[in-house]
């Protein structure tokens, strides 16, 4: 089973900021299926990357998604009010095997 | 539009069963599979398994094998999630995810609204 560790736990910014969150997972992620979730308090995931760097329909280019084999990022270029979130990252490159990361809360400063 | 539309909450005692349900529409439900993720009070997101509704393909997550049963009747498009025999630990939010193919490369790309399943006695 692939394990993907996120860091941080817990990232404490403003708006404005510019993010980065890491995704390292235990063994190389085959065809570099993975993908980044967004889930807000009382809401369900959202789906904001897939395949390590292209972003799904709808989501802003502030998301930018980059990475390869072990080591991945989610990058928010300049954070808004509406990005506090925790941000968990998938693999499912040993389909149909699936294994998502404990996650990383985005919180405000 | 598509959607994963959820049944509602539930609020059981232990010992008892329950099967919930998730209701694909405005696409071909039987073309692509619906996974099961769990999410306890305040913790991350778990797979559990998934099913393909057109000939009923299942996996599951070794965590999970044999904990609860995937089943899916492609003739009302719902698929489905059950226990024979609840457990306190069972409570958290379930939801159903539709993974989508090839134009996300098979991520998980429409989410249910979830249902909150309580187990108490």
């Known amino acids: 089973e692939v394990v993907l560790t996120q860091s941080p736990g817990t990232l404490s910014l403003s708006p404005g900021e510019r993010v980065t969150l890491s995704c390292r997972a235990s063994?190389?992620?085959?065809?570099?299926?993975l993908a980044w979730y967004q889930q807000k308090l009382g809401q369900a995931p959202r789906l904001l990357i897939y395949?390590?760097?292209n972003r799904a329909t709808g989501i802003p280019d502030r998301f930018s998604g980059s990475g390869s084999g072990t080591d991945f990022t989610l990058t928010i270029s300049r954070l808004e009010p509406d990005d506090f979130a925790v941000y968990y990252c998938?693999?499912?490159?040993?389909?149909?095997?699936?294994?998502f990361g404990g996650g990383t809360k985005v919180e405000l400063k | 539009e598509m959607q994963l539309v959820q049944s509602g909450a539930e609020v059981k005692k232990p010992g008892e069963s329950l099967k919930i349900s998730c209701k694909g529409s405005?696409?071909?439900?039987?073309?692509?599979?619906i996974a099961w993720v769990r999410q306890m009070p305040g913790k991350g997101l778990e797979w559990m398994g998934i099913?393909?509704?057109?000939?009923?393909?299942?996996r599951y997550s070794p965590s999970f094998q044999g904990q609860v049963t995937i089943s899916a009747d492609k003739s009302i498009n719902t698929a489905y999630l059950q226990w024979s025999s609840l457990k306190a630990s069972d409570t958290a939010m379930y939801y159903c995810?539709?993974?989508?193919?090839?134009?996300?490369?098979?991520?998980?790309?429409?989410w249910g609204q979830g249902t909150m399943v309580a187990v108490s006695s």
């Open positions: 995810v539709r993974r989508g193919g090839g134009l996300v490369l098979d991520a998980f790309d429409i």
């Open positions: 405005g696409y071909i439900f039987t073309s692509f599979w």
């Open positions: 099913i393909y509704p057109g000939d009923s393909d299942t």
């Open positions: 063994q190389s992620v085959s065809n570099n299926y």
């Open positions: 395949g390590a760097s």
């Open positions: 998938q693999q499912y490159g040993s389909s149909p095997l699936v294994t």
